[in-house]
């Protein structure tokens, strides 16, 4: 989603991430990578019809894992959400994950810039190697208000504790940032 990995390169054994929010999928999926070498001795804890060599024998005296990566799905696919998921991938791998971090590093300067103008504390790193795609802004005690306030103008954050999260995506604008402290402002 937003920091381009290469798990070979980094000799990566297993890792696993949900495709909401940075990959512009929906809630309810998950994927995991494991080395292949690894995969022949990956023993499911709850598994399913799809896990197996042969899905659709439903033989319940033989069960024997699919060789590949199958062995450690559960049964039928929610089609919804891969469907959705795969329109989002399908997006990121246009625009390329290292275009979506430069571009979300210039955005979340520009949160940073428009908190630091109106004052407001920025609980995130300044240096963008450092952060994700995820700004805090304290805001007080009235975080939670503030941000239901801006969404019923449109503007879609979160908060946590007293700072407002700021999370813009490649596809936002700077005139976006700029709506949310001007609103921000107003409710202040």
């Known amino acids: 989603g937003i920091v381009p990995l290469d798990l070979h390169d980094l000799g990566c054994d297993l890792y696993t ?10 809630p309810g999926l998950a994927f995991l990578y494991a080395r292949r070498e690894l995969l ?3 023993e499911p804890a709850v598994t399913g019809w799809f896990a197996t060599r042969e899905p659709f024998s439903f033989d ?7 060789p590949s990566a199958r062995r450690l799905e ?7 959400v891969v469907f959705l998921a795969q329109g989002g991938l399908d997006v990121i791998a246009e625009v390329t994950p290292g275009r979506i971090r430069a571009r979300q590093g210039e955005l979340t300067d520009h949160v940073i810039a428009r908190a630091d103008a109106l004052g407001l504390p920025v609980r995130t790193p300044r240096e ?8 805090n802004v304290g805001v007080g005690p009235e975080a ?12 879609c954050t979160d908060f946590r ?14 005139e976006d940032i700029d709506r ?4 921000l402002r107003r409710l202040r």
């Open 17 to 26: 991430a949900g495709v909401l929010k940075w990959m512009c999928g929906g």
């Open 161 to 174: 504790g007293d700072g407002l999260r700021i999370s813009p995506h490649f596809f936002n604008t700077e």
């Open 60 to 66: 319940l005296e033989r069960l024997e894992y699919h």
């Open 74 to 80: 559960h049964g039928t696919p929610p089609a919804p």
């Open 180 to 183: 949310c402290f001007d609103e």
């Open 144 to 155: 939670g208000r503030i941000c239901h306030a801006l969404l019923a103008r449109d503007v």
């Open 128 to 135: 963008r190697e450092r952060r994700g795609g995820v700004v």
């Open 40 to 42: 022949p001795r990956l």
